[in-house]
């Protein structure tokens, strides 16, 4: 009897052990011979699908064990709008390609290009996006690169006085920026007030524009111009009223 109980054991272990053995190999085989049915892109506004999925160069129908992740990654993030990208699967068969863009905080026309600028200092040619964004106008005469290698200097300063007016919620206010002769000088609100800011504490002078805007200015009168230049001193030019 013990003799059949081991017969009967060791049958029912190899039997186990087989049947263990074919669900590893079709699993694996099942992995080798997994394939894309479903390629979706998320997180983009201005960038058409079409555009990411051209970049990825990922198509339906391929072997997902011969698609590089991070490879996928790296091609799409070449794309000058987009910050990052974030290349996954989900299964049985969906690649996902998820997109972080970038956020232009302001506009440089040069030689009749637009070019934009991101919140980190990117610079990001009009023809990559084909959209027209509501940002302040720089004043640039050469053409514009990257903040952190801009040796001349002039787009820095100016990138650095937005990423100000931001801070101190002036931004909504101003439509374009000029650098003349090393001062700030602005143009504010929609009929383009004209401000002069000089070229120091801009930020106590952006601070002192929003407070005389907000007394001043918003649902009032609409000044020709507005001086700030001069510590604690605000001189102002209204349009006589008729």
Do not use: C
Not at 58 to 67: N, Q, R
């Amino acid at each position: 009897m013990r003799f059949a109980e081991r017969e009967i054991n060791k049958w029912m272990f190899f039997a186990f052990l087989g049947i263990f053995l074919v669900l590893i190999f079709g699993a694996m085989n099942w992995r080798e011979n997994r394939v894309i049915n479903k390629i979706l892109v998320k997180g983009n506004e201005t960038i058409p699908d079409d555009t990411i999925l051209k970049l990825s160069g990922v198509k339906s129908g391929e072997k997902l064990t011969g698609i590089n992740l991070y490879e996928v990654r790296r091609r799409v993030e070449s794309h000058r709008f987009v910050k990052q990208a974030n290349v996954y699967t989900n299964l049985p068969d969906v690649l996902i390609i998820e997109i972080v863009e970038r956020n232009p905080i302001a506009m440089v026309i040069f030689q009749d290009k637009i070019y934009y600028l991101d919140y980190e200092g990117y610079v990001i040619p009009y023809d990559e996006v084909k959209k027209v964004f509501a940002v302040p106008l720089l004043d640039l005469d050469y053409k514009p690169v990257d903040v952190f290698s801009d040796s001349l200097g002039k787009l820095r300063k100016q990138y650095e006085f937005i990423r100000l007016a931001m801070k101190e919620n002036v931004y909504d206010l101003i439509s374009e920026v000029n650098l003349k002769n090393g001062e700030f000088v602005v143009l504010a609100g929609d009929s383009a007030v004209i401000v002069f800011l000089g070229n120091d504490n801009i930020e106590k002078r952006l601070v002192a524009l929003r407070n005389f805007w907000e007394q001043e200015v918003q649902g009032k009168a609409s000044p020709v111009y507005v001086d700030l230049r001069y510590d604690g001193k605000i001189y102002a030019k209204f349009k006589s009223k008729n």
